[in-house]
């Protein structure tokens, strides 16, 4: 699949939860106070095509269905020929998600965003083999991963592999929540986009992608581990559960980031 060497102008809409709206990759001067890979690709597109346009209608929190409720038709009326749609997440870390009903569905939006002839790309979930936090979820994030790779084949939807790129197993990728990747991360995983969608390899902040071998290799002392674990608890798994049990949303009260198809500077 190659976008950007083709000769239309890109119109490319984002759809899905926190992970495309970009939370982790904190930007106060963007609407929601986030960035993102979905914005990090969008801004490629807008060096390599004048007439590039992006909308993202992703927010956090919001489950598949929700996805599918709120986005699916809302992005094909924007008409794009590029859709990216990442969703799912937050059902599996639901113990009642019932996956071969979820991916059915969102084989049929696939479908639907496919007739309109949309090129369309998803991500398998991530490992989570070396998450101690996430590891219970890691054989329903497989099954996920196995029923939304037919769906997209029998769709033509293109996949980034997330589950394969073992490189984000490392930590240093991730936001102090410990689920969201941080900008380091938003940046290697835009990149990864790009190669998926590009015939050749595009640059993308490589300075931001290499690290030192003394922080990819450092470890924790068992102390500052239990006191990282302690205040990871307090200030995330708490209000996590909070919200849980109050039937409330991380989204709740947020708007899309960009609803309309839209152009902004962008720095060489």
Avoid: C
């Avoid at 922080?215 to 798994?237: C, G, S, Y």
């Amino acid at each position: 699949m190659s976008i950007l060497n083709n000769e239309f102008s890109i119109r490319y809409v984002a759809i899905g939860d926190s992970f495309t709206e970009g939370v982790g990759d904190i930007d106060a001067d963007r609407p929601n106070g986030v960035r993102g890979w979905a914005d990090r690709v969008a801004e490629q597109f807008m060096l390599a095509d004048s007439e590039a346009l992006y909308a993202n209608l992703a927010i956090r929190g919001r489950l598949l269905d929700q996805i599918i409720d709120e986005q699916v038709q809302a992005a094909v009326d924007l008409k794009p020929n590029l859709v990216s749609f990442y969703g799912g997440g937050n059902d599996i870390l639901r113990p009642s998600t019932k996956l071969d009903q979820l991916l059915e569905r969102k084989g049929k939006a696939f479908a639907a965003l496919r007739a309109e002839g949309i090129e369309v790309f998803t991500f398998t979930g991530m490992d989570v083999r070396d998450f101690n936090a996430f590891k219970s979820t890691r054989p329903k994030t497989a099954l996920y991963n196995e029923l939304l790779r037919e769906v997209a084949d029998e769709n033509g939807v293109h996949i980034v592999d997330f589950w394969r790129m073992r490189e984000f197993a490392h930590p240093v990728y991730f936001a102090p929540d410990r689920l969201h990747l941080n900008t380091r991360g938003h940046i290697k995983m835009a990149r990864k986009v790009l190669d998926v969608l590009s015939d050749q390899s595009v640059s993308l902040e490589p300075d931001a992608l290499t690290m030192p071998l003394d922080i990819l290799n450092a470890r924790p002392t068992r102390m500052q581990k239990v006191r990282d674990d302690a205040r990871w608890a307090r200030e995330f798994v708490v209000p996590w559960v909070g919200r849980r049990i109050r039937g409330t949303s991380s989204g709740d009260g947020i708007s899309p980031k960009y609803p309309e198809l839209t152009r902004f500077e962008v720095e060489q």
